[in-house]
């Protein structure tokens, strides 16, 4: 695929200055032939700059009419953005800048997703040795060999930190290099307040996001197939080979309370799969993909709640606005 998108990072916001709300208001004489006509076009807005609005229209826009939740959503930031008319149904703090945890795992697995290939052997190395307490793991150990796709499994479901330095290292060599496309990516796709120091988001003050640029990378990721099969999936059984070349079976299960059935979706709409996230400085956070019975998808995100219980009730809070 390459980074052909990283055009865009430049000339989004020159776009969105040009034209206010992503639409242009250009005079053109309708008996022009319709060749001469894109003629014009091209010599006035170079396709960069097209693609860039392209790209802007479809994202959903933050106005001063949105609603706010009430005082029963406490967390820090929260939102609800639906993704077919682009409307943004509520929001809290959606540009406050805040740490993302493991949500940061959308971001790499988009990354090795659209620019790795899922059939490749990796066996991973003494990265994958993760001593923080507390840290969410999938449990390989080095000298294990394992396919990307399984690495992904384990990254998504389970938030396996030891799966995400794994892909880091074997994708860029280390983990400030893939830290840089991470942070490459995410000016592509608009995400001008991120900024990421690691592949699974254990704490560093400089590596931090927002919930609205949350829901710009998550709505990116949820473009590939790939993606969505993996984070809608509650069990998955990895087999693969350990140090010594022997088979080695584990069972990861998905840590998305909505898609495992503990924590009920409120009724007209189905999880179609999402990305939990908490550390100490972070909270709990949730950023979850759904769908209601008309088959319109959402995307909403709840950052720095109290603790599991109050991300749930949060964001059962939140997502309730669809239907209601």
């Not at 790939?226 to 087999?239: C, D, K, N, S």
Request: with cysteine; aromatic share 8%; hydrophobic share 40%.
């Amino acid at each position: 695929m390459g980074y052909s998108r990283l055009l865009l990072t430049g000339v989004l916001s020159a776009g969105l200055i040009l034209t206010g709300c992503g639409q242009k208001d250009i005079k053109t004489d309708i008996s022009y032939p319709m060749q001469e006509r894109m003629n014009a076009m091209t010599e006035l807005f170079p396709p960069e700059l097209m693609r860039a609005e392209t790209f802007a229209e479809d994202l959903c826009v933050v106005t001063t009419d949105v609603p706010q939740p009430d005082s029963s959503v406490g967390a820090e930031a929260a939102a609800v953005f639906s993704l077919d008319d682009h409307r943004v149904i509520l929001e809290k703090n959606v540009f406050e800048r805040l740490y993302p945890a493991s949500t940061t795992k959308v971001m790499t697995a988009l990354i090795a997703i659209r620019y790795g290939n899922l059939q490749d052997m990796v066996t991973v190395g003494q990265e994958t040795v993760i001593t923080e307490q507390g840290a969410s793991l999938c449990h390989i150990r080095p000298g294990e060999t394992l396919t990307m796709e399984q690495l992904l499994y384990g990254l998504m479901m389970p938030s396996g930190n030891d799966a995400g330095a794994a892909i880091a290292v074997y994708m860029a060599g280390s983990i400030e290099g893939f830290a840089e496309m991470m942070n490459q990516e995410a000016r592509a796709v608009g995400a001008t307040d991120t900024h990421f120091v690691n592949p699974h988001g254990l704490h560093d003050e400089d590596h931090y996001t927002t919930a609205y640029d949350l829901y710009l990378i998550f709505q990116e990721a949820m473009k590939e197939p790939v993606f969505r099969q993996i984070v809608g999936t509650g069990t998955y059984t990895a087999e693969y080979t350990d140090a010594n070349g022997e088979p080695k079976t584990q069972t990861w299960n998905n840590s998305n309370q909505f898609l495992t059935g503990q924590q009920p979706m409120p009724q007209g709409l189905t999880v179609l799969g999402g990305k939990t996230g908490t550390t100490s400085a972070a909270g709990s956070c949730l950023i979850m993909g759904s769908q209601d019975m008309e088959g319109h998808e959402y995307v909403s995100v709840v950052m720095k709640a109290e603790n599991r219980q109050a991300l749930y009730q949060n964001m059962t809070n939140i997502i309730q606005k669809i239907v209601n």
